[in-house]
């Protein structure tokens, strides 16, 4: 538990209730006039855990680790920390790397690439961690810690009842040799844990500024497991060193844990990197994002149409924002360009000159919100970007053609109209509609019409019907049909198609906006949709006849608007 609370005539940033102690004290603000962004080439590393798929959260730090590494011309180092065999699941770092490449952010150092500084498994690293371990329990800035867990349980459990900060009492900081020596000889399972220093631990964060931690409220934390693998204080502070990595940039709940990195860099004599804590990852409601909050795993939103480039967009906006400008959709190029011209989409609002770059001058203090109506945003604007080139366009077919296939590839061949499932006619689907939708998973399930005939018995069907007088609809469906009959194929295109529509207002003296409502209807069964003529285009003259002709064939049934 922690809070922020404001230092000696410097006003607090933020209030943050953990308890009711002052675990630390932001001393100052950072200082926008005096840039934090390295000016030569950066070492950083992303370092999962092989627990599970990637989130949200870890795609983030990813990101602004990647985007660093690119601005500057440095080195981004993919790492496992996979010392907890307990939670290692099979497979996880194959998913991992798969996720990364699938999201743009290809590593330079990392699993089966490049490594210069040994094994990028920390698993694999176990004797230097050993190495490094007898050195502190040598110079005194260690100590075996042999308490059962159940000594454990009741000292955390005393410590929270007395509203204390620290849940270890230093019991065996205090056993004598002869006590250890003991312990050593019945091979009592014991801990190795750092002694924290007395005193104030001061952090230097280019995000929060200068950060006080007070030592009365800091545990001696455990470096090394009774099962001889280290703890990620231990491990990630050794390799961070012998990897030479210059900036550290993590999730701000690992802000907490600094002081005791800083006092191992201190006690180890070695340069500490800068470090970089990013704001949380909140829901709307501004709680905390966590793996149980419901779909915050990479692969799932992959699963369900995001494009990577959207995804990657929206995780930039947590707790970054570029300067000089309102404009949020970007791609990673953009991202990474000093200077980039951003052509906009066909819309007016978008067609504008955008000026920026990924800064550590620029990452908030303020949790970023994840909010999914700005991911489904983005998404559209993403599909509409990348169906602007044959390559693009080209990718978004091999996403939608399996989805067509699924829920329509039988009926399809029923009726002898496969080739709605060939990719020249999905791509002109997705033309179609592309203003339309915010996810390719839309065209399925959402414009079903592209693929197969109107039900117009569905509820939605005849709740627009209702709206449609017999008259109006009979004059409307005639018309039309004697019309596109007199069309030869060559000629049904957008352009004749729009002047039989103005032909069909001329004629029935019905608004257009209706009559654009009743082709619609006879068309797609729908109220709202793609454009009519792009629609009948798209499905061509013989399905645009013969949709007529069913729709007129209602009235010998009888069906009453």
């Known amino acids: 538990m922690w809070c922020f609370s404001s230092g000696p005539n410097v006003p607090a940033i933020r209030t943050k209730v953990w308890s009711n102690v002052s675990y630390f004290t932001v001393l100052g603000c950072r200082h926008y006039s005096r840039s934090v962004q390295p000016s030569s080439a950066v070492r950083v590393r992303f370092a999962p855990s092989p627990t599970g798929g990637l989130h949200l959260g870890g795609l983030r730090t990813a990101l602004f680790n990647f985007l660093l590494a690119k601005r500057t011309g440095g ?80 000292v955390r459990t005393l410590a929270q009842k007395n509203g204390k900060g620290v849940a270890y009492d230093r019991h065996c900081l205090y056993l004598s040799q002869s006590e250890i020596d003991e312990n050593l000889s019945q091979g009592v399972p014991f801990t190795i844990r750092l002694k924290m220093p007395d005193g104030i631990v001061t952090v230097r964060d280019l995000v929060y500024g200068n950060v006080e931690f007070n030592e009365k409220h800091i545990d001696d934390a455990i470096l090394l497991k009774s099962d001889g693998y280290p703890t990620y204080h231990l491990a990630n502070v050794i390799d961070d060193h012998l990897m030479g990595i210059t900036h550290v940039l993590r999730g701000e709940e690992w802000l907490p844990s600094t002081p005791k990195h800083v006092v191992l860099y201190k006690t180890l004599n070695w340069s500490m990197p800068e470090f970089v804590h990013l704001p949380l990852l909140l829901n709307p409601d501004k709680s905390k994002l966590s793996k149980r909050s419901g779909d915050v795993k990479v692969e799932d939103f992959a699963k369900k149409g995001y494009l990577p480039e959207a995804l990657i967009n929206f995780v930039a906006l947590l707790g970054w924002s570029p300067p000089g400008s309102r404009n949020d959709v970007f791609t990673l190029s953009e991202l990474i360009s000093k200077v980039f011209v951003y052509q906009g989409f066909k819309i007016s609002v978008w067609r504008r000159l955008i000026l920026s770059q990924f800064s550590l001058d620029h990452v908030g203090r303020s949790g970023g919100i994840v909010s999914h109506d700005k991911l489904d945003f983005l998404n559209k604007h993403h599909i509409f970007i990348k169906s602007e080139s044959p390559q693009g366009l080209t990718q978004l077919v091999s996403m939608l053609k399996p989805l067509v296939e699924g829920k329509y590839r039988k009926c399809l061949e029923l009726t002898n109209e496969d080739y709605k499932l060939e990719d020249g006619y999905l791509a002109l689907v997705i033309k179609t509609i592309i203003k339309r939708i915010q996810n390719i998973h839309d065209i399925p399930e959402l414009c079903g019409y592209f693929f197969v005939d109107p039900d117009y018995s569905s509820s939605e069907s005849m709740e627009v019907r209702t709206e449609i007088s017999n008259d109006s609809l009979k004059s409307v469906a005639s018309i039309a049909l004697e019309q596109i009959k007199a069309l030869d194929e060559i000629e049904f295109e957008e352009d004749k198609i729009k002047e039989i529509v103005h032909s069909v207002v001329t004629s029935t003296g019905i608004k257009k906006p209706k009559v654009m409502t009743i082709m619609r209807y006879i068309f797609t069964g729908i109220k709202i949709g793609a454009g009519v003529a792009g629609t009948m285009k798209t499905i061509g003259k013989e399905a645009s006849l013969r949709r007529i002709n069913k729709v007129l064939e209602s009235f010998d049934s009888n069906i009453k608007a």
């Open 75 to 154: 080195t981004f180092i993919l790492r496992i920390e996979d010392t907890d065999k307990a939670r290692c699941i099979p497979g996880a770092v194959e998913s991992m790397i798969s996720t990364l490449s699938w999201a743009g952010l290809d590593y330079d150092e990392g699993p089966g690439k490049n490594m210069h500084y040994g094994s990028c498994y920390q698993s694999e690293r176990i004797e230097i961690y050993k190495h490094y371990i007898d050195r502190l329990l040598k110079d005194g800035n260690a100590y075996r810690c042999f308490c059962s867990p159940e000594r454990l349980h009741q």
